[in-house]
C-alpha cells in the first residue's frame, strides 16, 4: 500500500516555474516506477511524466519534453515533477500515482492509467497571462 500527497501547486504567471513535490508513505516507494498526470478542466486526465524506480530512465508526453523534468529521491520518498516556461495550457491538476512494477517496458507503457495503483489527491496548478 502507497499513500500519496502532493504539494507545491499554485497561481503562477505564463513563463514562471514551479516544482511540484509527491510524497510517499509506505516503503515500497523505491520498488516502484511513479508518474505525473494531469487534467484540466473539460478534459480527460492526461500522462505527464514518468520515471523508473531509480530513476535511470524517464518518459515525457510529447508536450512537455523540454520543460517539464521528473525525479525522485528515494531516502525521501519524494516523487517532483519541475515545470519550467509554463503555458497557459499547463493549467490543470497535477497528480502523482505509482505503478507496482520497477520500470516500464516502453514509452507506450509508462502512459496507461490502469498500471498505476495508488494516486494522490492532485495539486492545482494555474497559469496565468
Known amino acids: 500500500q502507497v499513500q500519496l500527497v502532493e504539494s507545491g501547486g499554485g497561481l503562477v504567471q505564463a513563463g514562471g516555474s514551479l516544482r511540484l513535490s509527491c510524497a510517499a508513505s509506505?516503503?515500497?516507494?523505491?520498488?516502484?516506477?511513479m508518474g505525473w498526470f494531469r487534467q484540466a478542466p473539460g478534459k480527460e486526465r492526461e500522462f505527464v511524466a514518468a520515471?523508473?524506480?531509480?530513476?535511470?530512465?524517464?518518459y515525457y508526453a510529447d508536450s512537455v519534453k523540454g520543460r517539464f523534468t521528473i525525479s525522485r529521491d528515494n531516502a525521501k520518498n519524494t516523487l517532483y515533477l519541475q515545470i519550467y516556461s509554463l503555458k497557459f495550457e499547463d493549467t490543470a491538476v497535477y497528480y502523482c500515482?505509482?505503478?507496482?512494477?520497477?520500470?516500464?517496458?516502453?514509452?507506450?507503457?509508462?502512459?496507461?492509467?490502469?498500471?498505476?495503483?495508488?494516486w494522490g489527491q492532485g495539486t492545482q496548478v494555474t497559469v496565468s497571462s
Open positions: 500515482a505509482a505503478c507496482p512494477k520497477p520500470d516500464y517496458y516502453s514509452d507506450d507503457d509508462s502512459r496507461k492509467e490502469d498500471d498505476y495503483y495508488w
Open positions: 509506505g516503503r515500497s516507494f523505491s520498488s516502484y516506477a
Open positions: 520515471i523508473s524506480w531509480i530513476g535511470d530512465r524517464t
